[in-house]
Structure formats: C-alpha cells, structure tokens
C-alpha cells in the first residue's frame, strides 16, 4: 500500500490538469462540433494569468534610504511594491503572496474576452467545415498565441510559488498509519486536485440542474432538433465556449506553482488531452473526466521505479499505448456513444 | 510522353525544369547587391526544397486522395533518417544502401501503424496516428528501444552521429562523407556569370531527380484505377462498400505509399548530412507537411511541391532577418517610425518566424483552403472573365 | 426455390421487436415488392439482406449461399446490388468516374493494386462505362460532377451504377421517395425497361402503391415486423387483411 498509494496521489494533480482540459474540448466539440488545437493554448494563457498578476502586484518604486548604505557607499536603493504602500506591508504582501489563488478571479474576464473573441472571430466561421481545417486553423492560432507569449514573457520557464501557506507536504501516511514521512504530499498539489474537482462538480451541476445547461445537453445530443424548437442553440455556444476556455484557464492558473510555466506547455498539454478525450469517448463528459485521471495515474505508476527496472522509460510511451489498446478495444473510447462523431 | 497525358506531360516538364534549374531560379540577384539576401541558390536550402517536396508529394497521395488526415507522418520521416544513418554505420557511406533501407523500414512501420490506425476514421484516425507518432518519439528521444536492447538504436537526444570506431566493413578507402558510388553528396560546381553566382551540388541534384521520378510516380497513381479508388473512399464510402470495393486495402496501400515517401525523404535527410535525431518525428513536424500540402493545394499534383517550397523557402529567408537588416532596411524612414516597424517586424521575423508561420496556417486555412494552385485558377479566371466581360461589352457596339 | 431465400428471420433492438419469424422467397427474374405502413420492419429487413444488420435468428440465403456475417462489399460481389433511399453516389466525381468505379469493381474484384496504368486506357472498361451512360441518357453529362446533378438524375445515376456491375438481385429502397410524379413516371418507365431488357430479379421495398402495383409480379405485405400475405398484385388489392392494417391505417390517418 504505501507504493501504490504515492503513485495514485502523484498521478492525481497531473490527471487533474488533463481532466479539466479534456472536459473543456469536450464540451467545444459535443456542442459546436469543433475540434481546437488552441485549447492547449488556453491553458497555457491562464498559467500565464497567475505569472502577470504576480509581476503586476509586485510591481515597486524606487526609494533611497539615507539610513543605510549599499556596498559602494551611495544611498540604499530600497524597491517598494505599491501594493504593499497602499495597503500596509503586512496586508500588502499577503496579496502578493496569495497572487495565484487571486488569479483564479482575476484570469476570468481575461479568458471570457479570448475565448469570446476566439469563437466569434473565428470558429464561429468553421462550424461546417471538415475537421481537417478547424484542426489547422485553430493550430495555427495556438502557435500565434504562443509565440506572442514568447515574445512578452522570453522562452525561460517562470518560477510561479504558492502562497507560503501551502508551502510543504502533508504526511499522508502518519494519517493511515504507516510510517512517518513514506507518503507525503505537497499541499498544494492537494489543493490543486481539490480545486479541480470542484470546478468539475460545478461544471456538471450546472449541466445538470440548469435550464441552460439542459439545452446545451440536448443541443450536444441533437443540434437540429433544439434549433428547430426556436431556441436560439448559437448564442449559448459561444456562452459554453467561453466557459470552457475558464476551465481550461483555470487548470492553467492553478497549475502554475506546480510546473513553472514556460510558452510551450500548451502544446505539450494538448496533445495528451486529445489523447484523454478520444480514450474517454469523443463527446462523453464523464469520459473525458474519468480518462483524464486513469491516464494520469497510469503515467504515475508507470513512473514508478519497480516498473522502469522491467520496462526502462515505459512511462513517457504509456499513455499512447494504452490509448492505442484502448480504441482498438473500445473502438468508441470508455464512454463513447454510437453515433457522436463516427467520423 | 510516358504513358502521360499533354496536361500531365506538361505538369512534369514544368517539374523537371524548375528541379533542373533551381540554382538559376532561385539565384535571381547578383551576389553583392542589396537583393542577395533574398537568394534561395544554395546546398542546404535547395536540398531541403526538394526532400520536402517529396515529403509532401507523398503526404498528398493520402491526404489529398483518400482525405485521411494523418497527423503522424514525422514518424517515418525520422524512421527513414535513422535507417539511412545506420547503413552508414555498418557498411559504408555510399547512401544507395541507405536509401533503400529507409523506404523499406518506412514501409514496413506504416504498414504496422495504418493497419492499426485505419481500423477508425475521421478524427480518430488522426488522433492515432498522432498519438502513434509521438510514441515514436519518445521511444527515439530517450532511445527506449536501445535501452530495452541493451544498446544504442536512436542514441537519444544526442542523435544518431557516424563515430570513427563504427564497423563500416565497406569503407576501405572510399570517401569519409555520403556519396553515391564516388560522387560525394557535398562536391559542387560554381559558375560565376558577371556579377551573378550559381551553385551546383551533387547533393540536390541526386535530390532533384528523385524529386522529378517521385513526381512522375504520384501523376502515374493519380490517374490509376487505384487512385479513382481513393478518391472514391474521399467521396463515398457507403457507395464504395455498396459498389462491391473493399476501401481498407486501398487506403491501406496509400498510406504505406505514402509512409514509404516519407521515409525517402528522411534517408536523404541523413544522406546530406549524416545524422537523424529524435526531433525529426516531433508533431509539429507531422504539422508541417500537412500544412505544406494544404498550402500548396491538396488533391492536386503540383500543389505540395509548392507548398513545400514556399514554406521552406520562407522559414529559411525569415528566419536570417534580424534586427540589424531591418533596420537598415528601413533606414530611409523618419527615426520614429523606422523603430516602430522594426518593432512589428521583429515579431515576426528572426525568431518570430514561428509565430508568420502560424499566421500564413491560418491565413491560407481561412481564405484560401484550396491553395495555392487554386488561387492561381482564380487569378486566371478572374482575367478570363475580364477578357469576357470587354467582349460582351465590346459586342453592343459593332 | 427463389433466388432469395429468407428464413424464419428473428430482429430485436432492445425491447423492440422488428422481425419476428420472416419467411421471404423472390423468384428469380420477377419484380418483387415488399410494403407495409411505417415501422413495418421494411428497412431492417432491407438491412439484413445486405450485411448491414445481422439477424438473431434465421438464415438469408442469396443463390443458395449464406449472406449472413459476410460485408457489404462481399455481398455486393455474389450479385446483390443496392439502391438507396437517398441517392447514394460519388459527388466530387464526374459521371463518367462514377460509371467506372463500378466497372472496374466488377471487372476486379473487391481490391487489386493497379495503380500504375492510365485508368483511361483500360480499353473495355472505358467502352463499356461509355456503353452503360448511353442506354441511361447519362452520355451528355458525362463530364459533369454528380453532387450538381438533379435529384432524378441523381437515382438514375445510381441506378445505372448498380447495373454496371450486372447484379442478379436489384434491391431497390423507396426509389421514389420525395420525387415530384414527373420523376417518379421516368422511374416506373425506367425500371420497366431495365426488366424488360436483361435478366435481372428486383426485390423493391416502396411506400408509393402507384410504384407497387405498376411494377409488382408479387407484393409481401408487412405489418409489424412480420409478413402478413404475400400474392400477386391483383389478390392483394382486395385482401381485406391488407386493407385493415395497411389502407386501413391510411384511412384513419386521413
């Protein structure tokens, strides 16, 4: 038990990440029937939302402080953040220190507004083309957007820290009753699974229990037929786009204190969520979610070192082969319905 | 000519001199004028123009024909280098042996890989290929293979190099770089002609007359019994079942074809210059070709080869700007705006040539999906329609 | 013994049942007809005699051989061809390719490799797509892609594919189905002329009782999943059963 336990643990904030970026492409393509290569990009966009926000609340003026000397004799050039002059050292670098929870609110308007943009500008005008074009044209922006962010924030990864609360490890394990410090967790790592199942539960109730939610739900079933009803199925699209691009937004957020974010992790997280969400099922919501997870806990525990002695590296192949098993297997995915995108 | 019709027998003859005279073509402006640097008439530039265009001729008889996207096809590029590079290795550096061994490996991994693939279509068929092609990868970045062996296939991130200590059984006294039976790949001829300069390699000519052959193959299948068939499963494949023809072997063949291709194209990689690693099979590269294929016009004939070649082209010309030329470029404008256009331009030029690159995607995607060839037919149609229109115009008046 | 011979025929979907115990035989070189209001089972029996639905129960013998559990494209091969509701043909390919996609499937089988020679060349392939184009009146259009043609056009199209590949059985599916009267005389006449002219068995599953009873040697009538008589077109005009589940239910509808 205290193998395995660890590597379901580790398994779980990178299937997190997978999950919550496979529910939001597949809501994209069960309701607008897109296939979008710049939803990695979105992901990357919100990891870069906590890396702005912190830059921008440390953001300091100069002061010189006759009081005390630097090493060449001149005056100590003493570097303040506004925030902390506005509101107090002490409440001031709280802020600071709390910059990525507080980009949860602040990555909001700023993925509403790309994805908003992106769907109305662009995808909008590739409903009823073949997926082979949707896949270009949405590649093509996801490598514009990320060399944008290339170019604002250079090529090197950017240490994003946790607030310092949540710095260190909870010990698993003395909880259960094994042997002190042989399972431990970071907390944030903890928060981060929690974080996501929350937006998940939130996703799903708000598919579940509201009246929007119903007809996106009939529309990803049906398009036609609810178009027929007079309900106007285009305008909560692109409401269901935005959200997703706040899902995926959000995992980026997140995500940031866990891997230093750098312009291309986008493109590295893409590729595997598609894997996740054919795995799951293409449109199958609860398909995405439980793929996301088994495959980051397979990737784990294929990481482990009893595994690599048998198979060195088998962990960085892993995942395409299960995928590859899975879909001859289950040619439909996990969860897959006849039907929905057979080709 | 060749079992070709007059259209086609012209489309090849366009082909061979564009292959044949590329140093002249692409060396348009004398050496030392200001001009030169949009030169494309060197080795290294050419070559790469026409191992892509066969890359792409290749991606063309399956994507175009039959519309299977495959998002995979970097994996047989990188299968064809390694391959090529380990005939260096264990006989000698005549590249022949090579080249026949990456198009035989290539062909032997497709056919693993579009048998398994094929079983689904649409976009599943991509998402496995894709996922197909990044397996590979990893396998040769981290050289699994080798590790699981307990020796050195794909030598990992380092890549697959040509040691002195290889065993090379054929080597004797033969050259030390790739040749063909004596002729050395990097051996060329330069003519200078008044103030212009032309290059000649051994290198791209070996390049360009596979090129031309591949070429002249596609246009063979293209108008095959076989190829009506893949364009019949791109069309139909309810009717296709119906009319009594079992689509699999046929999409199958295409893409063994096309696998085969590119693992041509990935073994003459290796024999311009001896090495293949990992990043040849990354999926980005599988992108590329796509791209270089849509952009050119899928489906049609000549299209990838432009395609390739713009984008090559491109990629080399935009990726040597730098801040320095813009700026001397722009010299003539008042100092504020030359910094400011040198400022846009920067984004995209240099290293920002990724980020033209994702703009021409999506430029070419969203206004022009039929290509380049296409756009060609309607610049032409738009002048026939002109010429019309003056006729009709004309016409009241007599 | 017909050329098709079905036997005790069993189809569920869930809880529906959409065959129960179908007994079918169609002379050879007859027109056959199968009718029956909406949900009869019509289409899934069509289905199952072309590999697309596999039966629970019961056998499908074509010319004295099982069609069960082999492909479409298999079936198509001993000689049973299909027409669709909706017309199913290649759209981006002008007519003339479309008429020789079917003479080369006939010609070759499921699959062979050709693909070096010039498809233009093969000369009796060529001749005899030109051939089938002239006896449809399709020879005009010959350079026109099909996606553009007319709906009638369109069936004719199709039609004339199948008969490229000399089918012994024409299974035909609502061949008029949202045709205009004009279109669907020109059908009838069509399909008239086709009977008259070769031997050819056609089994016709239609709703259209004009189309029926022009065209019928024998009527199958079936009513929820299973036959209920089967006579010649005459007999079956009268028959109080028919009338009760089949213009009976037209009545009440009306």
């Known amino acids: 038990m205290d193998v395995i336990i660890p ?7 990178k299937g997190s990440a997978y999950a919550l970026i496979a529910l939001g492409l597949t809501l994209i393509f069960g309701t607008l029937g897109v296939v979008n290569f710049a939803h990695g990009a979105l992901f990357m966009i919100g990891a870069f939302c906590s890396v702005a926000l912190s830059k921008l609340l440390s953001v300091s003026y100069v002061t010189e402080d006759p009081t005390q000397k630097d090493f060449l004799g001149n005056p100590l050039k003493v570097e303040t953040p506004y925030v902390e002059s506005w509101f107090g050292p002490e409440v001031g670098g709280a802020i600071i220190d709390w910059s990525v929870p507080l980009a949860i609110l602040f990555s909001i308007p700023i993925m509403i507004v790309v994805g908003l943009v992106m769907e109305r500008g662009l995808i909008k005008h590739f409903y009823k083309r073949p997926h082979a074009d949707q896949i270009l044209v949405t590649f093509g922006l ?14 090197n990864p950017i240490q994003t820290p946790a607030p310092d609360a949540f710095k260190g490890s909870v010990d698993f394990g003395a909880a259960f009753g094994f042997d002190p410090n042989v399972i431990i967790y970071p907390y944030w790592r903890m928060i981060y699974f929690f974080f996501s199942a929350v937006v998940i539960g939130g996703v799903f109730a708000f598919l579940q229990f509201t009246t929007f939610g119903m007809v996106v739900r009939a529309g990803m079933a049906d398009r036609a037929t609810v178009g027929l009803l007079g309900i106007n199925i285009d305008r909560r699209f692109t409401i269901m786009f935005a959200i997703a691009a706040v899902v995926a937004g959000w995992a980026g957020v997140m995500y940031a204190p866990i891997n230093a974010p750098n312009y291309h992790m986008g493109m590295d997280f893409l590729v595997l969520s598609f894997v996740v969400v054919v795995v799951g099922g293409m449109g199958s919501l609860p398909g995405a979610v439980a793929a996301g997870f088994l495959l980051g806990i397979l990737e784990s525990f294929a990481s482990m070192t009893a595994v690599k002695e048998v198979l060195d590296g088998i962990d960085q192949i892993i995942i395409y082969l299960v995928a590859i098993i899975i879909l001859l297997t289950r040619p439909r995915g996990l969860m897959g319905k006849k039907g929905v995108m057979e080709d | 000519m060749l079992g070709l019709d007059k259209k086609d027998t012209g489309l090849l003859l366009v082909v061979v001199v564009l292959a044949l005279f590329a140093p002249f073509i692409l060396n348009l402006f004398p050496t030392n004028s200001g001009m030169a640097f949009f030169n ?97 990868y990893a396998i040769a970045y981290s050289d699994l293979l080798g590790r699981w062996l307990g020796t050195t296939i794909t030598n990992g991130e380092t890549g697959l190099q040509i040691y002195n200590d290889d065993p090379q059984i054929l080597l004797g006294n033969g050259p030390n770089v790739p040749h063909l039976f004596g002729l050395e790949m990097r051996s060329k001829v330069d003519l200078a002609l008044g103030p212009w300069n032309f290059t000649f390699p051994v290198g791209y000519y070996l390049c360009a007359i596979l090129l031309i052959l591949a070429f002249y193959l596609s246009i063979r299948i293209f108008r095959s019994p076989f190829g009506l068939m893949l364009r019949a499963i791109k069309s139909n494949q309810t009717r296709m079942m119906y009319t009594g023809l079992n689509a699999k072997p046929y999409t199958l063949a295409a893409f063994v074809i096309s696998g085969m291709y590119a693992g041509l194209a990935g073994g003459l990689l290796a024999a311009m210059d001896p090495l293949a690693g990992a990043e040849r099979m990354y999926w980005t590269e599988s992108g590329a070709v796509v791209i270089m294929t849509i952009l050119g016009g899928v489906g049609t004939l000549i299209g990838p080869i432009l395609g390739a070649g713009t984008i090559k082209y491109m990629e080399n010309i935009i990726s040597k700007m730098n801040e320095s030329l813009l700026d001397s470029w722009f010299a003539f404008l008042p100092d504020w705006l030359q910094h400011a256009v040198v400022w846009v331009a920067t984004w995209f030029t240099g290293e920002g040539w990724h980020m033209t690159q994702g703009l021409l995607f999506m430029l070419v995607i969203i206004f022009l999906p039929g290509g380049l060839v296409e756009g060609g037919q309607k610049l032409t149609g738009l002048f026939g329609r002109k010429r019309a229109q003056t006729q009709t115009k004309t016409e009241p008046a007599e | 013994m017909g050329i098709l011979e079905v036997k005790n025929v069993n189809k569920r979907f869930g809880g529906l049942k959409a065959l129960s115990e179908v007994n079918l035989s169609v002379e050879e070189n007859s027109v056959h007809a199968i009718i029956g209001p909406n949900g009869a089972g019509k289409s899934t029996l069509l289905n199952c005699l072309v590999g697309k ?40 390919l002008t007519v003339m390719e479309n008429m020789m996609i079917a003479c080369f499937a006939k010609r070759d089988g499921a699959f062979t490799l050709q693909a070096i020679g010039n498809m233009m060349k093969e000369k009796e392939v060529v001749d005899k797509a030109e051939h089938m184009l002239e006896s449809m009146n399709l020879a005009d259009k010959r350079e026109m892609h099909t996606a ?42 069509l399909l008239k002329k086709i009977k008259d002219e070769r031997d050819i068995t056609i089994a016709i599953i239609e709703h259209d009782m004009h189309v029926v009873f022009s065209l019928a040697e024998r009527i199958t009538v079936l009513a ?31």
Not at chain 2, 46 to 59: L, V
Not at chain 3, 54 to 67: A, C, E, K, N
Not at chain 3, 169 to 182: K, N, S, V, Y
């Open chain 3, 53 to 92: 639905l596999i039966p629970d129960t019961g056998s499908v013998m074509f010319d004295g051989q099982s069609v069960l559990g082999r492909n479409a494209y298999e079936i198509n091969q001993m000689g049973i061809s299909r027409v669709f509701q909706t017309p199913e043909i290649f759209g981006d």
């Open chain 3, 224 to 254: 929820q999943g299973t036959p209920l008589v089967e006579d010649t077109p005459e007999n079956i005009k009268g028959h109080p059963k028919v009338r009760e589940a089949y213009l009976g239910e037209t009545q009440v509808a009306a």
């Open chain 2, 40 to 136: 494309g008439g060197y080795p290294d530039l050419m070559q790469r123009f026409a191992i892509f265009g066969i890359f792409a001729i290749g991606f063309n008889i399956l994507f175009g024909l039959t519309g299977y996207l495959s998002f995979g096809h970097a994996a047989f590029l990188g299968v064809g280098s390694y391959a090529a590079v380990w005939m260096f290795k264990l006989l000698n550096f005549n590249i022949l042996p090579g080249l026949v061994l990456s198009v035989i490996a290539a062909g032997l991994l497709s056919v693993l890989i579009g048998y398994i693939s094929l079983r689904r279509s649409g976009i599943y068929f991509s998402i496995l290929t894709l996922a197909f092609a990044q397996m590979m």
């Open chain 1, 7 to 13: 590597q379901i643990l580790n398994g779980l904030d």
């Open chain 1, 142 to 155: 996801a490598i514009i957007l990320q060399e944008l962010v290339r170019g604002i924030y250079g090529a």
């Open chain 3, 148 to 189: 553009s043609m007319s709906r009638g056009d369109k069936r004719r199209m199709e039609i004339a594919m199948c008969l490229a590949q000399e089918p012994r059985l024409l299974l035909l599916d609502e061949p008029t189905a949202g045709m205009a009267r004009a279109d669907t005389n020109n059908t009838i006449d």
